[in-house]
Antibody, heavy 120, light 107 residues
Framework: EVQLVESGGGLVQPGGSLRLSCAAS????????MTWVRQAPAKGLEWVSD????????YYADSVKGRFTISRDHSKSTLFLQMNSLRADDTAVYYC?????????????WGQGTLVTVSS | EIVMTQSPVTLSVSPGERATLSCRAS??????LAWYQQKPGQSPRLLIY???TRATGIPARFSGSGSGTEFTLTISSLQSEDFAVYYC?????????FGGGTKVEIK
C-alpha cells in the first residue's frame, strides 16, 4: 500500500525558513517523480514543485522560484521541501504526491498534508 | 502558463441526477488532463487521467471526455459521497496548473 506522510509544518514568522518532509513507502521511491502541491485556506490547489525520480531534474512555480528547494533522499525514501524567505501568502496546507509515471505528470497518491502558517 | 478555467463554480444537484462539470484550457493540452475529487478535510483523490481514463477503483458513474481545450467530467447519477469539490489539472506543460474547482453541492 502506497503511503505518503508529510511532516515539518508549523508557525513561522515572515522571512523565516521551514523544511518539510514526506516519508514514502509502498513503492520503489527512486522510480517515480514526486511533487509538492499547496492549498491556501479555503482556496484551490496550486502546484509548487516537482523532482524527477533520479533527482536530477526539478521544476518550480514562479511564485516560489529562488526561495524553495525540492530534494529527495533515496536511502530514506523521503522527499523534502526547503522553504526560505517565507511570506504570508505561502500560508497553506502542503501536500506531497506521487507522480503517476514518466511523462504522465498527474498525481495518483497524496499525503494527508502539513499546514504551514506564516505570520508574526 | 496554461490557465485552466472551470465552470460552474458551484453546481447544485439532487441525489440521483446527472452532474456535468466543465474545464477549459487557455491553449491546447491535447489529452493531458486529469480530474481530482476533494472532500472537506481530505486530500485530493485522482479520478480521471488522459482526459477519459478512470483511475483505479473509481466507479463507472464517473466519466471524462474532451481533448484540446474543452473537457467535461460527468457524474451519471450522484451519490451522497460524490458531493465534493472537483479540480481539473493539465500536465501538458510546465508550470502544471489546476482549475479553480467546481463545488458540487446538494440541491
Amino acid at each position: 500500500e502506497v503511503q505518503l506522510v508529510e511532516s515539518g509544518g508549523g508557525l513561522v514568522q515572515p522571512g523565516g525558513s521551514l523544511r518539510l518532509s514526506c516519508a514514502a513507502s509502498g513503492f520503489t521511491f527512486s522510480n517515480y517523480a514526486m511533487t509538492w502541491v499547496r492549498q491556501a485556506p479555503a482556496k484551490g490547489l496550486e502546484w509548487v514543485s516537482d523532482i524527477s525520480g533520479g533527482g536530477d531534474s526539478t521544476y518550480y512555480a514562479d511564485s516560489v522560484k529562488g526561495r524553495f528547494t525540492i530534494s529527495r533522499d533515496h536511502s530514506k525514501s523521503t522527499l523534502f521541501l526547503q522553504m526560505n524567505s517565507l511570506r504570508a501568502d505561502d500560508t497553506a496546507v502542503y501536500y506531497c504526491a506521487k507522480v503517476y509515471g514518466s511523462g504522465w505528470y498527474f498525481f495518483d497518491y497524496w499525503g494527508q498534508g502539513t499546514l504551514v502558517t506564516v505570520s508574526s | 502558463e496554461i490557465v485552466m478555467t472551470q465552470s460552474p463554480v458551484t453546481l447544485s444537484v439532487s441525489p440521483g441526477e446527472r452532474a456535468t462539470l466543465s474545464c477549459r484550457a487557455s491553449q491546447s493540452v491535447n489529452s493531458n488532463l486529469a480530474w481530482y475529487q476533494q472532500k472537506p478535510g481530505q486530500s485530493p483523490r485522482l479520478l480521471i487521467y488522459g482526459a477519459s481514463t478512470r483511475a483505479t477503483g473509481i466507479p463507472a458513474r464517473f466519466s471524462g471526455s474532451g481533448s484540446g481545450t474543452e473537457f467535461t467530467l460527468t457524474i451519471s447519477s450522484l451519490q451522497s459521497e460524490d458531493f465534493a469539490v472537483y479540480y481539473c489539472q493539465q500536465y501538458s506543460n510546465w508550470p502544471l496548473t489546476f482549475g479553480g474547482g467546481t463545488k458540487v453541492e446538494i440541491k
